[in-house]
């Protein structure tokens, strides 16, 4: 009783109960969304940079107290929550997750643009001309053999920002040090598998998975489609991005993922009103029905989120359009 006047005249209890809240915690909103651009359109310098950024998390320490570099707790964290976010409800939101958490490390490397994403229905008729795969503004290209796995780590991509000495450390989940390995599929037209899978994401097979007209409808298209066959068309079975947990071994892996993010995004915008919180399927691993209350979990490498904070790009803590 004897405090309260005092703390009234101080404006305490006013600024507490009745004003926003202090401009720290304050949600801010989305007013300017940051573009995330396709890697062919973005300049010379925006390109180095990003590239720059991603050599830049092999020489940081892990951020989960793990003997290896940043750049590896982003494969590892993805290698141990394989099952939990492929196949089912998950993994739309807990890539771009993901995403924004490599968005940001790339930042704190000194990249000062946004993701950036690989069209690659665009590029689909020919993949491995695609403007990405260049040995002087992309990833390289593929490595210098192909064969069976028997002859794996000896497949080395060997031109380009991330040849020898670049190394990676994780094979799933296992520590096998090599060399980046891209063994694109060649193609066999006798069985109508074309060029590095181009026409299982194709335009034609992408206007199929935007007709989907449920979130899970579209999410197992999408994921079991389009996004299986670039992983396969890139990796093989023995190359990085190939189906293994540890795809986010090959930097390509991102842009691939911003991608796929897109589609999302696309699709979620041809009817924001039903389709921004649209969220159906299931959790792993006992087969409940998904809800937007999911818990999304990242191991030490960010807080966990709920399933509904990814659901809308231009709420405040995303901010991205495409
Ligand atoms: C490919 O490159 C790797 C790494 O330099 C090397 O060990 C391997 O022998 C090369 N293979 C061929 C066929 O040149
Ligand atoms: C390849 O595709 C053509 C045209 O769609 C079809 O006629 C043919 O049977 C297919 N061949 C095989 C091996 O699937
Ligand atoms: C995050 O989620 C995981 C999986 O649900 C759980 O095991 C862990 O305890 C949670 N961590 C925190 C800090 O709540
Ligand atoms: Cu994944």
């Given amino acids: 009783m004897k405090f309260l006047p005092s703390l009234l005249a101080a404006g305490v209890l006013v600024d507490v109960s009745l004003a926003a809240p202090p401009p720290s915690l304050a949600p801010r909103a989305c007013t300017t969304p940051k573009v995330r651009k396709e890697w062919s359109k973005a300049t010379t310098s925006e390109r180095s940079s990003y590239i720059n950024a991603v050599k830049c998390l092999t020489t940081k320490p892990s951020k989960l107290g793990k003997s290896h570099r940043l750049y590896d707790d982003f494969v590892w964290v993805h290698a141990t929550l394989f099952p939990y976010v492929h196949n089912v409800a998950a993994f739309l939101p807990w890539h771009r997750y993901f995403l924004t958490l490599y968005e940001k490390s790339l930042q704190q490397c000194g990249y000062t643009g946004n993701l950036m994403y690989w069209d690659w229905v665009a590029d689909s008729s020919a993949p491995s001309k695609a403007k990405v795969f260049s040995p002087t503004t992309g990833f390289g290209g593929k490595s210098n053999q192909t064969g069976t796995s028997t002859e794996w780590g000896t497949k080395c991509v060997l031109d380009g920002p991330f040849k020898p000495p670049f190394q990676l450390q994780y094979w799933n989940q296992d520590v096998r040090p090599h060399c980046l390995m891209r063994i694109f599929e060649p193609g066999y037209p006798e069985y109508n598998i074309t060029e590095m899978h181009g026409d299982n994401y194709s335009p034609a097979v992408m206007a199929q998975v935007n007709a989907e ?5 579209f999410a197992n298209h999408l994921e079991n489609g389009p996004h299986t066959a670039v992983h396969s068309g890139v990796g093989n079975l023995d190359g990085d991005m190939g189906p293994q947990s540890s795809s986010p071994n090959d930097p390509l892996f991102f842009l691939h993922h911003t991608q796929v993010d897109r589609l999302w995004y696309l699709w979620q915008r041809q009817n924001p009103a039903t389709r921004t919180l649209d969220y159906s399927g299931y959790v792993w691993p006992d ?5 937007l209350d999911d818990n999304l ?6 807080v966990n989120m709920t399933v509904r904070a990814f659901m809308d790009t231009n709420a405040a803590n995303l901010c991205y359009k495409y």
Wanted: without cysteine; glycine residues 18%; hydrophobic residues 30%.
């Fill in 213 to 217: 007209t449920t979130f899970n409808g």
């Fill in 287 to 291: 087969y409940s029905d998904a809800t």
């Fill in 297 to 302: 979990q990242m191991l030490g490498l960010g």
